[in-house]
């Protein structure tokens, strides 16, 4: 048996990246506090409205994470995605989507306009407590905003043995 928490986040107004620049920022309100314990998990739904005033600087995220924390992530995606790696079925015949883990940064296309994406990752606690924070960048600098909106938010559920 597992003893769940939920926590609900979200952005309570627009977060603009630094334009001409692909350092990742923490994104404020998209973290979660990891307890010290090594049996800690978590999994984390992160949906995200961008707004981009091009479509070539497209996206990038990432994450801090406490020593010794572990996971993987990827993007909720469907067949024929390409060689993003991330969450999803294929058919028997295709080629699975394999997922990154949290050291690994994630690009996501742009339009001059506004796009969705669901990220999903699965956390687990490494025996050290912290924040586990989500990071995001424009990926190309470019003197244009790039943004995420008001509304994007995470869901993260808590399991502990």
């Known amino acids: 048996n597992f003893d769940m928490q939920a926590t609900l986040s979200?952005?309570?107004?627009?977060?603009?990246?630094t334009q001409s620049s692909s350092a990742l920022q923490n994104i404020p309100g998209l973290?979660?506090?990891?307890?010290?314990?090594?049996?800690?998990?978590w999994f984390i739904e992160f949906f995200l409205k961008i707004?981009?005033?091009s479509a070539t600087m497209d996206a990038k995220f990432g994450w801090s994470v406490p020593s010794g924390c572990t996971g993987h992530w990827g993007v909720v995606?469907?067949?024929?995605?390409?060689?993003?790696?991330g969450w999803g079925?294929?058919?028997s015949s295709g080629t699975p989507i394999a997922l990154d883990d949290l050291t690994a940064t994630?690009?996501?296309?742009?339009?001059?306009?506004t796009t969705g994406v669901?990220?999903?990752?699965?956390?687990l606690g490494g025996g050290t407590g912290g924040t586990v924070q989500f990071q995001g960048a424009q990926n190309v600098g470019e003197a244009a905003d790039l943004k995420l909106l008001k509304g994007t938010w995470l869901r993260a559920t808590k399991q502990a043995a």
Do not use: H, W, Y
């Open 118 to 123: 669901l990220f999903l990752a699965s956390i």
């Open 10 to 17: 979200t952005l309570s107004s627009d977060k603009t990246f």
């Open 106 to 113: 994630k690009t996501v296309a742009t339009i001059n306009g």
């Open 77 to 85: 995606a469907g067949q024929g995605v390409g060689a993003i790696a």
């Open 31 to 41: 973290s979660i506090s990891l307890g010290a314990s090594a049996t800690e998990m």
């Open 51 to 53: 707004n981009a005033a």
């Open 89 to 91: 079925g294929n058919i």
